[in-house]
C-alpha cells in the first residue's frame, strides 16, 4: 500500500451509463448524479391514498436504495444499553420485511436519533449490500442477508466517531468498496487524518488506503463520486480537512485538491464539461463570510487555487444538500430549505423557491420533476422552469410540523418514488409489481498490453494484522500512468522493519515478540508497500523500557 492523500465528497459522473434504468443502488441513484430515467412517475399524492403504492413503519434518517423488487434501509433499534443499527431488507412492491441484519452500535457516543446515517450501497454485480455504521463497523451481506465480511474499523483503524454521528455512505466501483472517516492509526498513519479505505468487495480483503492533506476539523458525511476526467477514473469527494481531493480509484493515488474552508464539507460536488460545482456553508479562508457556491476547473492537476475558480456565487448557504443537475441548472437546497436554480455557466441565481425553514436532503430529478423533504415535515413534487419553480405537490407527513422529519434524499426505481422519514417508508406511483429493471451490463473496461508502462505497483492486501507464526500471501499488480490496471505479476519482495521470511509474495512472521513494518514489491524500479502488524498472543506484559522516550510500541 502506498500512503496517498485522499477525500470525501460527491460529484456528477459524466453519464458513466454504469446501471440501468429501474435500480437505485447507489445512494445519489444510478449515475450518482442525483437523477433518474424514469418516466410516468406521480406528480401528486396523499398519506391517505392517493398514489401510495404503500408504506412502513420503520423510519430514519439514511436513504433508500434499491436492486430489483428489494428495497435496502439503515435505521436505528432499541434504546439505552440495547441501541444497535439495523439494515433491513424489504420488498420493494409492499413493504413487507425480509430479513434484518442488527450491528451493534459499540464504540461511539453518537445520540440514538442519528444512529444510521449513512445509506447502504448496493453491488448490481453481484447483488451484495454493504452498511457503515457509526461505531465504524462495515459490513458486507448477499441478498439473503449472509454475513460474508465485516471490518470494525474503530479497532483496525483508530477510526474516530462523534457526537454528530456523521457517516459517509459506502461507494461499489469494479471490485472495490470504499468508505472513509477521521482516523488515527500507527506508524506514518499516526497523525489524525480524514482517511479513505478501499476494500475487496468479495472477501473484504484492505486494497489501498489514502490520506487527505490537511489537519481535519470534523468528521463529515459527503458522499463520494465516481467520473472519468482527461481519461482517468476519479473519485471525488470534499473531506473533513475542509479540501475538496480527486484520486485515482482504483489505486488512491491523488490528482488534484481544492482548499475550501476551515471546517469539514458535508455537501457533495457536480462535475460536468471538465468543471467541478463545490459548496459549503462554513467559514471560508479568504473572508469572515460563511457560505460559498463556486465553479473550478475539474481538469486540473495539483493544488488548485484562485487561478482555477470559474465564478463564485456568494450568499447561498449549502453546507448539507447536494446538488443536482438539468440541462444546464443547478438545482440546490440551502440549510433554511431555500431550493436555488443556478446557472451552470456563470453561477447566476435563476429562481429561487423556499420550502420551509430548515434542511439537509438532497433533490432528485426524475420525469421533469424534482422530489424532495424537509426537516420541517414536508415533501415536496416540484416542476422545474426557467424563471420560476411550480409547486406540484406539498404533503404535510404528520399532524404537527416537524414531526416526521425528512433527513435523507429519496429514491427513484420501479416506476415509484421512494423516501425515508424518522417514523415511516413511502413508496409513491403505482401499487403492485414494478416495472422491473433490464439485466445489468458492465462497463467495458480497458484491455491493457501487458508492455504498457507501469507507474504504481499496488500490494494487496494493503495490510493486515498477524500473530506469531502465521502466513499471509501478497500478490503485486501494476497500474498505467492513468490509473487503469495492467496485470499482476511476479515481483522482487523485501521486509521493511519485519523480522521473518517472504518468498515470491508470502510472509511468515516468525518473531514472537511484537512487531510492525512493511512487505515491499518492486517491479521494473516501481515499489509498492503493504503494512503488516505482528501481535503477540494474550497476555502481553510491556514496561516500555525498551523504548525511546515519548516512542509508542511499533504494533
Given at each position: 500500500?502506498?500512503?496517498?492523500?485522499?477525500?470525501?465528497?460527491?460529484?456528477?459522473?459524466?453519464?458513466?451509463?454504469?446501471?440501468?434504468?429501474?435500480?437505485?443502488?447507489?445512494?445519489?441513484?444510478?449515475?450518482?448524479?442525483?437523477?433518474?430515467?424514469?418516466?410516468?412517475?406521480?406528480?401528486?399524492?396523499?398519506?391517505?391514498?392517493?398514489?401510495?403504492?404503500?408504506?412502513?413503519?420503520?423510519?430514519?434518517?439514511?436513504?433508500?436504495?434499491?436492486h430489483g423488487d428489494r428495497m435496502y434501509v439503515m435505521n436505528g433499534v432499541?434504546?439505552?444499553?440495547?441501541?444497535?443499527?439495523?439494515l433491513m431488507c424489504l420488498n420493494a412492491d409492499n413493504g413487507q420485511v425480509?430479513?434484518?441484519?442488527?450491528?451493534?452500535?459499540?464504540?461511539?457516543?453518537?445520540?440514538?436519533?442519528?444512529?444510521?446515517?449513512?445509506?447502504?450501497?448496493?453491488?448490481?454485480?453481484?447483488?451484495?449490500?454493504?452498511?457503515?455504521?457509526?461505531?465504524?463497523?462495515?459490513?458486507?451481506?448477499?441478498?439473503?442477508?449472509?454475513?460474508?465480511?465485516?471490518?470494525?474499523?474503530?479497532?483496525?483503524?483508530?477510526?474516530?466517531?462523534?457526537?454528530?454521528?456523521?457517516?459517509?455512505?459506502?461507494?461499489?466501483?469494479?471490485?472495490?468498496?470504499?468508505?472513509?472517516?477521521?482516523?488515527?492509526?500507527?506508524?506514518?498513519?499516526?497523525?489524525?487524518?480524514?482517511?479513505?479505505?478501499?476494500?475487496?468487495?468479495?472477501?473484504?480483503?484492505?486494497?489501498?488506503?489514502?490520506?487527505?492533506?490537511?489537519?481535519?476539523?470534523?468528521?463529515?458525511?459527503?458522499?463520494?463520486?465516481?467520473?472519468?476526467?482527461?481519461?482517468?477514473?476519479?473519485?471525488?469527494?470534499?473531506?473533513?480537512?475542509?479540501?475538496?481531493?480527486?484520486?485515482?480509484?482504483?489505486?488512491?493515488?491523488?490528482?488534484?485538491?481544492?482548499?475550501?474552508?476551515?471546517?469539514?464539507?458535508?455537501?457533495?460536488?457536480?462535475?460536468?464539461?471538465?468543471?467541478?460545482?463545490?459548496?459549503?456553508?462554513?467559514?471560508?479562508?479568504?473572508?469572515?463570510?460563511?457560505?460559498?457556491?463556486?465553479?473550478?476547473?475539474?481538469?486540473?492537476?495539483?493544488?488548485?487555487?484562485?487561478?482555477?475558480?470559474?465564478?463564485?456565487?456568494?450568499?447561498?448557504?449549502?453546507?448539507?444538500?447536494?446538488?443536482?443537475?438539468?440541462?444546464?441548472?443547478?438545482?440546490?437546497?440551502?440549510?433554511?430549505?431555500?431550493?436555488?436554480?443556478?446557472?451552470?455557466?456563470?453561477?447566476?441565481v435563476l429562481w429561487k423557491q423556499n420550502l420551509g425553514t430548515i434542511q439537509?436532503?438532497?433533490?432528485?430529478?426524475?420525469?421533469?420533476?424534482?422530489?424532495?423533504?424537509?426537516?420541517?415535515?414536508?415533501?415536496?413534487?416540484?416542476?422545474?422552469?426557467?424563471?420560476?419553480?411550480?409547486?406540484?405537490?406539498?404533503?404535510?407527513?404528520?399532524?404537527?410540523?416537524?414531526?416526521?422529519?425528512?433527513?435523507?434524499?429519496?429514491?427513484?426505481?420501479?416506476?415509484?418514488?421512494?423516501?425515508?422519514?424518522?417514523?415511516?417508508?413511502?413508496?409513491?406511483?403505482?401499487?403492485?409489481?414494478?416495472?422491473?429493471?433490464?439485466?445489468?451490463?458492465?462497463?467495458?473496461?480497458?484491455?491493457?498490453?501487458?508492455?504498457?508502462?507501469?507507474?504504481?505497483?499496488?500490494?494487496?492486501?494493503?495490510?493486515?494484522?498477524?500473530?506469531?507464526?502465521?502466513?499471509?500471501?501478497?500478490?503485486?499488480?501494476?497500474?498505467?500512468?492513468?490509473?487503469?490496471?495492467?496485470?499482476?505479476?511476479?515481483?522482487?519482495?523485501?521486509?521493511?522493519?519485519?523480522?521473518?521470511?517472504?518468498?515470491?509474495?508470502?510472509?511468515?512472521?516468525?518473531?514472537?515478540?511484537?512487531?510492525?513494518?512493511?512487505?515491499?514489491?518492486?517491479?521494473?524500479?516501481?515499489?509498492?508497500?503493504?503494512?503488516?502488524?505482528?501481535?503477540?498472543?494474550?497476555?502481553?506484559?510491556?514496561?516500555?523500557?525498551?523504548?525511546?522516550?515519548?516512542?509508542?510500541?511499533?504494533?
Open positions: 500500500m502506498m500512503t496517498t492523500r485522499l477525500l470525501s465528497l460527491f460529484l456528477l459522473p459524466c453519464f458513466l451509463g454504469l446501471l440501468p434504468a429501474g435500480d437505485w443502488t447507489d445512494y445519489r441513484g444510478p449515475n450518482r448524479d442525483g437523477s433518474s430515467p424514469d418516466k410516468n412517475l406521480p406528480s401528486k399524492w396523499s398519506v391517505t391514498g392517493e398514489n401510495l403504492a404503500w408504506k412502513a413503519p420503520y423510519g430514519g434518517r439514511s436513504a433508500p436504495v434499491i432499541g434504546s439505552g444499553s440495547t441501541l444497535h443499527e439495523r425480509i430479513w434484518e441484519h442488527h450491528m451493534k452500535a459499540y464504540l461511539s457516543d453518537v445520540p440514538a436519533h442519528r444512529v444510521s446515517w449513512a445509506s447502504p450501497v448496493v453491488d448490481p454485480e453481484t447483488g451484495n449490500v454493504y452498511a457503515f455504521g457509526v461505531g465504524g463497523l462495515l459490513a458486507g451481506l448477499n441478498r439473503q442477508g449472509k454475513l460474508l465480511w465485516e471490518h470494525s474499523m474503530a479497532e483496525e483503524q483508530g477510526l474516530v466517531t462523534t457526537h454528530g454521528g456523521r457517516t459517509v455512505s459506502p461507494v461499489v466501483y469494479e471490485n472495490l468498496v470504499i468508505v472513509g472517516g477521521v482516523s488515527t492509526g500507527w506508524g506514518e498513519m499516526a497523525r489524525p487524518a480524514h482517511r479513505y479505505f478501499a476494500f475487496d468487495k468479495r472477501n473484504g480483503q484492505f486494497v489501498w488506503i489514502s490520506t487527505p492533506g490537511g489537519r481535519p476539523f470534523d468528521t463529515t458525511y459527503s458522499p463520494g463520486v465516481i467520473t472519468e476526467l482527461n481519461g482517468v477514473k476519479l473519485f471525488v469527494a470534499g473531506g473533513g480537512d475542509g479540501d475538496v481531493h480527486a484520486i485515482k480509484v482504483l489505486t488512491g493515488e491523488p490528482v488534484w485538491s481544492f482548499t475550501m474552508s476551515e471546517r469539514g464539507i458535508n455537501t457533495g460536488v457536480l462535475v460536468y464539461r471538465n468543471q467541478a460545482i463545490v459548496s459549503h456553508g462554513e467559514e471560508n479562508l479568504d473572508t469572515s463570510a460563511m457560505r460559498l457556491p463556486a465553479s473550478i476547473d475539474a481538469a486540473g492537476r495539483g493544488n488548485l487555487g484562485p487561478r482555477d475558480v470559474k465564478w463564485k456565487a456568494p450568499g447561498f448557504q449549502g453546507g448539507y444538500s447536494t446538488p443536482v443537475m438539468d440541462g444546464d441548472r443547478v438545482f440546490q437546497s440551502d440549510n433554511g430549505a431555500n431550493l436555488y436554480a443556478l446557472d451552470f455557466h456563470t453561477g447566476k439537509k436532503a438532497s433533490p432528485v430529478i426524475a420525469d421533469g420533476k424534482i422530489y424532495v423533504g424537509t426537516e420541517g415535515g414536508k415533501f415536496f413534487i416540484l416542476k422545474p422552469h426557467a424563471d420560476h419553480c411550480e409547486i406540484l405537490s406539498e404533503v404535510e407527513l404528520g399532524k404537527v410540523a416537524g414531526e416526521e422529519q425528512v433527513i435523507a434524499s429519496a429514491a427513484v426505481a420501479r416506476g415509484r418514488v421512494y423516501f425515508v422519514s424518522t417514523q415511516n417508508i413511502y413508496a409513491l406511483g403505482r401499487k403492485g409489481a414494478g416495472i422491473a429493471p433490464p439485466p445489468y451490463r458492465p462497463e467495458p473496461q480497458p484491455h491493457l498490453a501487458a508492455d504498457v508502462p507501469a507507474t504504481y505497483v499496488q500490494v494487496v492486501p494493503a495490510e493486515v494484522i498477524l500473530r506469531s507464526g502465521e502466513t499471509v500471501r501478497f500478490k503485486a499488480s501494476t497500474f498505467d500512468v492513468k490509473g487503469r490496471f495492467i496485470q499482476e505479476t511476479k515481483a522482487e519482495w523485501s521486509l521493511e522493519g519485519l523480522k521473518g521470511k517472504v518468498e515470491d509474495g508470502s510472509f511468515s512472521a516468525t518473531a514472537v515478540e511484537a512487531q510492525a513494518g512493511n512487505v515491499k514489491a518492486t517491479v521494473g524500479g516501481i515499489s509498492g508497500t503493504a503494512r503488516v502488524r505482528v501481535v503477540p498472543p494474550l497476555p502481553w506484559s510491556e514496561n516500555f523500557d525498551n523504548l525511546a522516550p515519548g516512542a509508542p510500541p511499533k504494533h
